[in-house]
């Protein structure tokens, strides 16, 4: 079973969350602000999904910003900035769907299609 990990005012989510029921492909929803991922959650994530940390982070939320990570991340170590992103579900890219062989950051159409080409209907 997939996780969903969202945000249910984000429209990015939304979106998201049609294209897996369109798809007819089966996923748990957890809201990233009132269950907010651990470290050890996002740790895992980080390694399973082979992206840089910075795709973790929600670049263009208002935490972000506010705590002008821009400027922080560079000089930050990977054990930091998972500490950081473990401290607000806000400061996470969203929403994060999150199998057993793979983690998905963001909702890009093209990257998630492979679910409903391998047939990731549970």
């Known amino acids: ?17 049609a294209w897996l029921d ?10 990233i602000k009132m269950e907010r991922p651990t470290l050890d959650e996002l740790t895992a994530w980080y390694r399973l999904s082979g992206q840089p940390l910075k795709k973790f982070f929600n670049t263009s939320g208002l935490l972000y910003k506010a705590m002008e990570l821009k ?10 900035m998972l500490v950081l992103l473990s401290t607000d579900g806000m400061l996470v890219k969203r929403p994060l769907l999150v199998g057993k062989d793979r983690v998905l950051i963001g909702f890009k159409e093209s990257q998630w299609s492979v679910l409903a080409d391998n047939g990731e209907k549970s």
Request: proline share 5%; aromatic share 8%; glycine share 2%.
């Open 1 to 17: 079973m997939l996780t969903f990990i969202g945000y249910p005012k984000c429209t990015t989510c939304q979106k998201a969350r």
């Open 71 to 80: 400027n922080k991340l560079p000089s930050m170590s990977e054990e930091e």
């Open 22 to 31: 369109t798809h007819h492909i089966e996923y748990e929803m957890r809201d």
